[in-house]
């Protein structure tokens, strides 16, 4: 507590007596070139999210880092090479941060998509049908074909995609289409049969392959239940320069989406991209900065060396391990909760993807190596199951401010909350579904839904939940995201639990300071505060003047990163 009065009371000396005087101490100091900014950005509504000084007018610019900010008296820095920049009165947030993003920009270049990734748009599953079959007559039979980016509740048919679909895409292939939010899959007959999986298979742990009313396999596959079929069948293949390649392009294509809708730090959930990054950084192509989440070869090289969590620099920096799963998916209703899915019989409540002691092994093993835990939990039964090994390993190797993270962390009560502030854990909360997914959010019932992405209750009880689109799962458009958190209304008009609406200001701060906070980065990320990274994003419209249901359509005029324009509308 003391601390951080502390720290806010020297913030506002040095920012305030900076600006006050800045005319005096600063106008001779100009000829010093040393001292002379890059950059001044001047007649604008800098919403700094820095509670010492909330608005400003302008800031200045020195190496990447805010060095000034405050009044337009800024503009008299200026030195002889100093770019001055007239914002008009546009509204400057500080850059926004995803704190959960599964990157993936090689499958957005390359794989077919029968779905949109970044907006909602309803689509016939014919569509689906002749993109597969397009995809079929390119390879062999026996050969995997994929499609990505299902939503079952964005289908202009208005029922289920079923392997009967899936059979007239091809009977030679193994088909899969992979619902976007990672959990359930839908197959035809030939992957049923490659994996002699019948009507007669038993559920194998933590997932199910689902039946129609007539006792019959429908296609849909859930959980731990598609690693089964993945086992089998062949896959394209590529060399490695065309592999190498492709991962290459899809960072590229990926940081280049990001910084188009205002993303300047992301959180990524990905695997085999980190040298690709390194590599795009070099060439300039990496243009928002990276907090890498671990696992795989990665976390046992870091565990048996002895590198730990934010190792590395403010481009890429290595954050939290990457979501480890402990349940299922929001979305696709496989999440574990104590009380079973209306309408949904037998009765199901739910897939643990985790035992208990599996769990605490591997908590313990990856804290005592301090890597920044962070498991995937969504139902209060998987968070509680999550919280109890967190728990256990900080109880054994007890360490400063860990922040252990919950990725969704979506149902909650206040023993959970309870829980999570004592150990101070850091969710990182769906932040663009209650905009997108509100077409499946009957499935809980308002009931539920006050309970659930419950950023009003968590910021009350004194938690920082950040924002975590989950992308592919959600869009990640920040401003989707800031209109979502603020209205609880989605594109189909649904409002569910609004006691979970946050203000504007709060919404701000969820997708920016909070996810600077959430990767141990609120020194250098997160507000327009001198000495910070110059990470900022111009908008077209003041966020406080437009109605709250068009914030997603306002224009990203600029983004800017360590003080470098990256995207121009
Ligand atoms: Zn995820």
């Known amino acids: 507590m003391n601390t951080e009065q502390d720290r806010r009371r020297f913030m506002s000396l040095a920012g305030g007596g900076f600006v006050g005087s800045v005319g005096m101490q600063w106008a001779g100091a100009a000829s010093a070139d040393p001292q002379e900014p890059d950059l ?36 008299s820095l200026a030195g002889r090479r100093t770019q001055s920049y007239d914002a008009k009165g546009a509204m400057i947030v500080p850059g926004f941060i995803d704190a959960h993003n599964h990157g993936g920009g090689e499958g957005l270049l390359y794989d077919v998509l029968v779905g949109n990734p970044y907006e909602v748009e309803l689509v016939s599953i014919d569509s689906i049908v002749s993109k597969l079959k397009a995809k079929a007559r390119t390879v062999p039979p026996g050969t995997w074909v994929e499609g990505f980016f299902l939503d079952d509740t964005k289908l202009k048919d208005k029922r289920p995609l079923n392997v009967h679909d899936l059979d007239k895409a091809t009977t030679d292939h193994p088909v899969a289409v992979h619902h976007r ?17 019948t009507k007669n298979t038993p559920n194998p742990f933590g997932g ?15 959980d731990r239940a598609q690693v089964t079929l993945e086992k089998f069948g062949a896959r394209e293949t590529f060399s490695p320069a065309q592999k190498e390649k492709r991962v290459l392009n899809g960072v590229a294509f990926i940081s280049k989406k990001f910084v188009q809708y205002g993303l300047t730090t992301v959180h990524h959930n990905e695997v085999g991209v980190l040298e690709a990054m390194q590599e795009q950084r070099l060439r300039g192509n990496l243009l928002h900065r990276v907090s890498y989440e671990v696992n795989g070869d990665l976390l046992e090289a870091m565990i048996r060396t002895g590198i730990e969590s934010n190792f590395g620099d403010e481009w890429i920096r290595l954050g939290a391990t990457s979501e480890h799963t402990v349940d299922g998916s929001l979305s696709e209703r496989t999440m574990a909760m104590s009380r079973p899915y209306i309408g949904i019989s037998p009765p199901y409540k739910g897939n643990l993807t985790e035992t208990q002691d599996d769990l605490n092994a591997w908590c313990e093993r990856v804290h005592r190596a301090n890597i ?94 950040a924002a975590g689109s989950d992308f592919g799962p959600g869009p990640f458009a920040p401003l989707m995201a800031i209109q979502a958190m603020v209205t609880r209304t989605g594109w189909n008009g649904e ?20 996810g600077a906070y959430n990767a141990r980065e609120e020194n250098d990320k997160g507000s327009v505060t001198v000495g910070k990274l110059a990470d900022y994003v111009i908008l077209a419209d003041d966020l406080h003047i437009v109605a709250p249901s068009k914030i997603k359509d306002v224009e990203i005029v600029r983004t800017v990163v360590g003080g470098r324009t990256v995207y121009q509308a």
């Open 181 to 197: 939010g990672g959990h359930t899959t839908f197959v035809n007959s030939k992957a049923f049969q490659m994996a002699g999986i």
């Open 208 to 222: 199910t392959y689902d039946k129609d009313q007539n006792g019959e396999l429908n296609g849909r596959v859930t």
């Open 495 to 514: 409002t569910w639990g609004a006691n979970q609406k946050i203000t504007l200001d709060e919404a701000i701060r969820v997708n920016t300071l909070n």
């Open 372 to 465: 920044r835990l962070n498991c995937h939990a969504n139902g209060d039964v998987a968070i509680d199951r999550t919280l109890t090994a967190y728990e256990r390993a900080l109880k054994l190797y007890p360490r400063l401010d860990s922040r252990p993270k919950i990725t969704h962390c979506s149902m909650i009560n206040d023993e959970l909350l309870r829980r999570m502030k004592a150990i101070n854990v850091v969710p990182a909360m769906f932040s663009t579904y209650p905009y997108y997914n509100s077409d499946k959010f009957h499935f809980y019932g308002e009931e539920m839904m006050r309970h659930m992405i419950a950023f009003r209750t968590m910021i009350d009880a004194g938690i920082v939940p």
């Open 40 to 75: 001044i950005v001047y007649n604008a509504k800098v919403h700094t999210v820095d509670n010492a000084t909330p608005m400003a007018q302008a800031f200045a610019v020195r190496s990447g880092r805010f060095v000034a900010v405050g009044s337009n008296d800024i503009k």
